[in-house]
């Protein structure tokens, strides 16, 4: 009976996470897209998290190089940003504010989805060959 609670609440966590997404993509045609936030959302997938995910697991040698790449390309799964910009904005945030950090986030997250949409597939069928050929 747990399991299939468990489960049930897996799968309604994802169709929450969907229906995030989709109002997240309608929301895009009303955000503007300034050139800093454009340099921002770079900054943080190429430089940022990948730094930060390396000297995160500066320690954990039982992470191998491909799993560190992975990992600081790929980041944590979720749409918690959005979560805490509404929190924001419901607690007070001043609206020139939340109007900056609304672009921010729906470009980060929109980006995201297309960059880690697109790669995905070809990233994780790389790291199987080449497991594959260190055990064989």
């Known amino acids: 009976m ?3 609670v468990g489960g049930f ?7 929450a996470e969907l ?8 929301m895009l045609s009303y955000t503007a897209w300034p050139l800093p ?7 943080l997938f190429f430089v ?3 730094v930060s995910v390396w000297l995160g697991l ?3 040698n039982s992470v191998s190089r491909d799993q560190r790449f992975l990992i600081s390309w790929f980041g944590i799964r979720g ?3 959005i979560f805490y910009l509404m929190y924001a904005i419901n607690h007070g945030l001043p609206e020139p504010l ?6 921010v986030t729906l470009t980060t997250v929109a980006a995201s989805i297309l960059l880690h949409g697109i790669s995905v597939t070809p990233l994780m069928d790389r790291y199987a060959r080449r497991k594959t050929r260190r055990r064989g």
């Open 2 to 4: 747990m399991e299939a």
């Open 9 to 15: 609440n897996g799968q309604l966590e994802r169709i």
């Open 19 to 26: 229906v995030v997404v989709m109002v997240a993509g309608a």
């Open 37 to 43: 936030v454009v340099w921002f959302v770079l900054l």
């Open 48 to 50: 940022a998290r990948p």
């Open 58 to 60: 500066m320690g954990a």
């Open 79 to 81: 749409v918690g940003s």
């Open 98 to 103: 939340a109007q900056q950090l609304i672009a």
